[in-house]
T-cell receptor
Framework: GAVVSQHPSRVICKSGTSVKIECRSL??????MFWYRQFPKQSLMLMAT?????????EQGVEKDKFLINHASLTLSTLTVTSAHPEDSSFYICSAGQRGFFPSTDTQYFGPGTRLTVL | GEDVEQSLFLSVREGDSSVINCTYT??????LYWYKQEPGAGLQLLTYIFSNMDMKQDQRLTVLLNKKDKHLSLRIADTQTGDSAIYFC???????????FGSGTRLSIRP
């Protein structure tokens, strides 16, 4: 299957600093990338959808000025958590989708996730 | 809005079959997925089924879809310790690219 990587896998930062997380599709061009947040023992919450070259679409309740998403190329999307606070500590997972990667199916491939801890 | 529900926990004996159930509300769902998440890792697509199918089998995995009742199940035959994980049911409709996930079912294996 397709490979999606995330970097870093784990980051610890001080409150008030900004953190950038990268999501890369390694062996295919991703027309759409998704960013999810997962709290312990809970499901994935979609934060935003980004299409290459256009602004991200944020889900209701997600602050776009706090979670900056850039999808500058077909293989790279970045999520920047600005002025991070302890409540932003979470597991952030990206996925990359390519229309028609499987015959007749649009499928998302998930990255391994980034664990953010804000002290 | 769309909703996907799963039971939170399932415990089975090693070697037995595991059946994880899922219900969804969106009648326009066209793709239904099962993902596996191991501790501290991202999601791995296990299998998917189109809404015009009733059943799909892939080695030890069998997916059953009852579209009338909006019920999806994943059966894992001969469950092994390596199957311990959280299993997410997910659905997507043809008009949207986003996927709606269930809460996940934590499968634990006992000897």
């Amino acid at each position: 299957g397709a490979v999606v990587s995330q970097h870093p896998s784990r980051v610890i930062c001080k409150s008030g600093t900004s953190v950038k997380i990268e999501c890369r599709s390694l062996d295919f061009q991703a027309t759409t990338m998704f960013w999810y947040r997962q709290f312990p023992k809970q499901s994935l919450m979609l934060m935003a959808t980004s299409n290459e070259g256009s602004k991200a679409t944020y889900e209701q309740g997600v602050e776009k000025d706090k979670f900056l998403i850039n999808h500058a190329s077909l293989t790279l999307s970045t999520l920047t958590v600005t002025s991070a606070h302890p409540e932003d500590s979470s597991f952030y997972i990206c996925s990359a989708g390519q229309r028609g990667f499987f015959p007749s199916t649009d499928t998302q491939y998930f990255g391994p996730g980034t664990r953010l801890t804000v002290l | 809005g769309e909703d996907v529900e799963q039971s939170l926990f399932l415990s089975v004996r090693e070697g037995d079959s595991s059946v994880i159930n899922c219900t969804y509300t969106d009648s326009s769902s066209t793709y239904l997925y099962w993902y596996k998440q191991e501790p501290g890792a991202g999601l791995q697509l296990l299998t998917y089924i189109f809404s015009n199918m009733d059943m799909k089998q892939d080695q030890r995995l069998t997916v059953l879809l009852n579209k009338k009742d909006k019920h999806l199940s994943l059966r894992i035959a001969d469950t092994q310790t390596g199957d311990s994980a959280i299993y997410f049911c997910a659905e997507r409709d043809s008009s949207a690219s986003k996927i709606i996930f269930g809460s996940g079912t934590r499968l634990s294996i006992r000897p």
